[in-house]
């Protein structure tokens, strides 16, 4: 079950951590995306699908970013996380509870429709920090369009998705589709994502938890020293939260980025785990960090360890990519890289440009 922790126990060094949890094997890239792209919010197939009364959104990329893009040129492709070159950090999680609103009540709608697969890069395109992102989000009317996500199973799965964003200055908010309108959620104390269940939610978990831990007032008079165990999305919020709870502040950069990688490993599922025994259980893909002081955006292959990271310029001329994970019949190709990838990039072409 996929988790994200926002670090920013000393404001001076925000580390935003995201694992992906999923069933099977996935194609995914990183990419450098550069700014002044027209993008559009839905593929061409789903343009070419629409009425004369609808309208797919677009855009012009204001700011360049790179992502962990999954998928590949042929099924399609959606970015999972990324960071752009102001520090907003956009993570896009499996959402249990997200619902669209039903396309047949909005045939004659005009308001311009935006695929959640594309939803996190075009908050990347779009957005300096998180403030500028909700107030655009607050006011908007742009209609949220399910897809099917891009992982070559056979059997076509909805996407379902929550966004979570984060910033340099250690901002953070959630926002949940709930039959096709965008709930959010915004403080800077909103530290830990998971998939489930719906946000409200996991925030009571949360107080319950920090009032085990003694962390609120009142206090309880006999606190807990405990981290949940087990590998559900609850379990892995309470365990992420208890390790933001129970850790001091970093004294460095590096120091923090340590911090946060240990802290998302406690809440890594290992590969091959299967608790019941079924084709649907999930394990960590990846993991990635990001850097919103300085740009630097990590990514860690659990097959093979070695994290690989590029830094994002805002002065990005070309489109490029890197591939890291090739999934063919259900195996997998791990291209074995580490450390800086700038060297490894190929020019392409922006999957959702012109």
Known sequence: MCTRILNSLNPNFPIT????????????????????????????????????????????STYSSVASVMGDDHIGLGSADGMNSEGLVVNALFDSDSSFADEALHQQDASPRLSVLRWAQFTLDSFANVNCALEYYRHSNILLISGVVPDGA???????????????????????????????????????VTNQPDYDTQLKLDYYWQYMWGKTEPKIKTPVNLAPGGVTSTQNFERASYYLAMTDSAASEDEALAQTRTMLGTCTTPVGFNSHHSEHGTSTRWSNLANSINQTYYFINQLTLTPVWL?????????????????????????RLAGDLEGELVNCHDPLAY
């Open 17 to 60: 951590a995201r694992n992906m949890d999923w069933s099977r094997p996935i194609n995914v890239y990183l990419y450098q995306f550069p700014k002044g792209e027209t993008k559009f919010g839905l593929s061409k197939q789903e343009r070419d699908e629409l009425t004369n009364e609808q309208a797919s959104l677009e855009w012009n």
């Open 311 to 335: 830094t994002i310029h805002k002065n990005i001329k070309d489109c490029k990519r890197v591939e890291l994970v090739q999934v063919i019949d259900n195996k997998v190709k791990n291209w």
């Open 154 to 192: 056979e059997t076509a799965r909805e996407a379902k998705l929550h966004l979570s964003l984060s910033d340099s200055a250690g901002n953070s908010a959630i926002l949940e589709i709930r039959e096709g309108k965008l709930i959010i959620h915004s403080d800077s104390t909103y530290r830990v």
